[in-house]
């Protein structure tokens, strides 16, 4: 696997490839890479002609400070993984080569309502600073495949908004949600769950898959309460939010017949760590 450090030198390499007619599939990681992101790799390696992950920890889309100075940067770990899925190359860029004059954004977008609900009212400027490195990042790397997990369901929402207002030629790929065994979405930031923390996370995706046993029987208003209720009276967990919106405008839904995508979406606190995760309830 290349490792490119600098914008000029992956340009070179992704020219390369394009002047050979090649696709490029891109995956932008933080790193702290698990199977979920290498499911990302699996999909671009099994989808395009070359995969480039990159890895960088944004510092404009944290809006704790301590977040940013604690999450984790095994970067030789990761380059080993990388290297054992053939990943075809690293973009392992510094804050200065990805934003050389400074770290404000020069762009700002109108998501409308897709920023609002849910992470947008909890983490401020959040999607600002993902939107500004990923539009910086695709600049960047000019891929002509944009791999994304679901996972982060308000994020993917975003960053399709994002390329269709910045037309950008890239294709998103929406990549499905990998689950440790009992269940719990595979993040970055499970390692920092202590063992008591990590035995109380599995409530999460269990309570999303009651939910959906549920989606149908029960009104929504009754499914938002119980998912929430059930969560909140684990010890220790407190829900940052538990809603169920239309999959595709995340606003909302009284009644079910209203959508033709419906989504559970939550975020807890746990042990100190803040976990998100989601659960479609209603596919067209
Ligand atoms: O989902 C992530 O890991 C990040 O938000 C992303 C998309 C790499 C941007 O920093």
Not at 121 to 147: C, K, P, S, W, Y
Not at 222 to 237: A, I, Y
Not at 254 to 272: F, H, K, L, P
Request: hydrophobic letters at 40%; proline letters at 4%.
């Amino acid at each position: 696997m290349e490792i490119y450090k600098t914008v000029q030198s992956l340009q070179k390499f992704v020219q390369k490839q394009k002047d050979d007619g090649l696709t490029v599939g891109f995956v932008p990681t933080m790193g702290a890479l698990h199977e979920g992101h290498l499911s990302l790799i699996r999909l671009s390696q099994a989808t395009c002609d070359r995969t480039i992950c990159s890895i960088f920890v944004n510092p404009t889309q944290f809006d704790d400070p301590s977040d940013l100075e604690k999450y984790p940067r095994p970067v030789e770990r990761d380059i080993a993984m990388l290297e054992s899925e053939n990943c075809h190359a690293l973009f392992l860029p510094s804050v200065k080569e990805v934003y050389p004059d400074s770290l404000e954004a020069t762009e700002s977008y109108d998501f409308g309502f897709l920023e609002k609900p849910m992470e947008g009212a909890h983490r401020t400027g959040h999607f600002d600073g993902v939107a500004q490195v990923v539009n910086r990042l695709l600049e960047i790397v000019q891929a002509t495949h944009l791999f994304m997990g679901q996972k982060d369901y308000q994020q993917f929402k975003i960053i399709d908004r994002l390329i269709e207002l910045t037309q950008r030629p890239v294709q998103l790929v929406r990549c499905p949600i990998i689950r440790e065994e009992d269940g719990l979405a595979m993040s970055s930031r499970n390692v920092r769950l202590n063992p008591e923390a990590r035995a109380k996370a599995v409530h999460i995706s269990q309570t999303l898959r009651k939910i959906k046993a549920g989606f149908g029987h029960k009104s929504i208003i009754e499914l938002k309460k119980w998912g929430f209720e059930q969560l909140e009276q684990v010890d220790g967990m407190s829900v940052d939010y538990f809603e169920i919106v239309d999959a595709d405008t995340l606003q909302n839904i009284d009644d079910v017949s209203e959508s033709q995508q419906v989504i559970a979406c939550v975020a807890v606190r746990v042990g100190g760590i803040r976990l998100i995760d989601n659960m479609l309830l209603k596919v067209h």
